[in-house]
């Protein structure tokens, strides 16, 4: 009814006819109270539609029920899917979930990190950019912590780069493109090592490969503006940083004049909800965001719980062959 007064934890200790503090351990499920007592708080508290309000309860705790994401990029579909499943998976075992998003500003992250962590219980750091040295500096400060594809001192989940993009070169190699043009994306991405090592383990080992690394960029834009570079550099076949700059240079390059495949062959990384929608569809490699960000909450899960979670968890993305890449015309 409008206007009725709310039934407080004061009027179930009346009806119970115990202390507020008995009334308080019941609620919060300790087992030190007299299993009589508890049952009776138990009865009041249905007979008079009491439930215990959630901020209490976590002040009592010393708990929020909360925990905290940072990520590079919220706009980036791969980051979205990683956050819908951590999202999933910690909703399920009662936990909500405080998003903060650095817009790739390195010197945003450590501060976003600090703050969140004094407003939850646990922190998940999704693709840190930060350097090897700050990262340090935080994760001794915000623990519990939990990395997503980077390394450092604390649990971490992440996918393997390398490998995928070497079978991307090597489909690209056996189509027969000797001129591979590579768009390179964020610099102090653990990901972005792991791409690089691909590529010098492509150079040496594949005879008359060459892969010209161009600056570039993480977003549709930046794939977009880098078309000039890599018809300047007479590359046939593009790899991207990942499927948005992938995108954007195959939106320049039809809007050029060129066709793809038959005059460049492109292939992105991640495969966004998007990649199999364009014209052609785009080749690249599926990571698994949303069972990264499962396993990142059920790492971070396992330390809330006192408990030691494996210490590096990785999945290897499949490659997904679409229409942008084919044997080079030219």
């Known amino acids: 009814m409008a206007g009725q007064k709310q039934t407080t934890i004061t009027d179930v200790a009346k009806h119970a006819g115990v202390s507020l503090a008995t009334v308080s351990r019941v609620m919060n499920g300790n087992a030190t109270v007299d299993p009589t007592l508890a049952e009776r708080v138990r009865t009041s508290a249905t007979e008079l539609g009491y439930s215990a309000n959630p901020l209490a309860r976590s002040l009592v705790l010393g708990k929020t029920q909360t925990i905290s994401v940072v990520v590079p990029d919220l706009s980036n579909p791969t ?7 951590l999202s999933r998976a910690a909703v399920a075992d009662g936990y909500h979930v405080l998003v903060a998003d650095s817009d790739e500003h390195e010197d945003q992250e450590r501060l976003l990190a600090l703050e969140s ?6 922190l998940v750091l999704c693709a840190p950019r930060m350097s090897d040295a700050a990262l340090a500096e935080v994760l001794a400060e915000v623990a519990p912590v939990v990395l997503v594809n980077r390394a450092g001192d604390a649990p971490s989940v992440a996918a393997d780069y390398r490998t995928p993009l070497r079978e991307v070169i090597d489909h690209l190699y056996g189509l027969g493109h000797r ?14 090592a792991q791409r690089l090592a691909a590529l010098d383990d492509a150079r040496a080992t594949l005879d008359g490969c060459e892969i010209y690394e161009i600056p570039a960029g993480v977003d549709f834009a930046a794939g977009a503006d880098s078309l000039d570079a890599v018809l300047d550099s007479g590359a046939t076949g ?3 940083f990942n499927d948005l700059s992938a995108m954007g240079l195959l939106s320049a390059a039809t809007e050029r004049g060129l066709t793809v495949p038959g005059d460049l062959s492109i292939a992105g990384f991640d495969d966004i909800p998007f990649a199999r ?17 499962a396993l990142a909450w059920h790492a971070l899960r396992a330390l809330l719980q006192g408990e030691s979670p494996e210490a590096m968890h990785t999945v290897v993305p499949q490659v997904i062959l679409r229409g ?4 080079p015309t030219r």
Do not use: C, H, W
């Open 79 to 85: 980051f979205q899917g990683m956050l819908r499943g």
């Open 324 to 327: 942008t890449t084919a044997a």
């Open 277 to 293: 929608y364009t014209s052609p569809g785009l080749t690249t490699a599926a990571v698994p965001t949303a069972e990264l960000g």
């Open 117 to 122: 962590r004094r407003r939850s219980d646990g």
């Open 179 to 192: 001129r591979i043009a590579y768009l390179a994306g964020a610099k102090r991405s653990a990901s972005n």
């Open 238 to 240: 593009v790899l991207a």
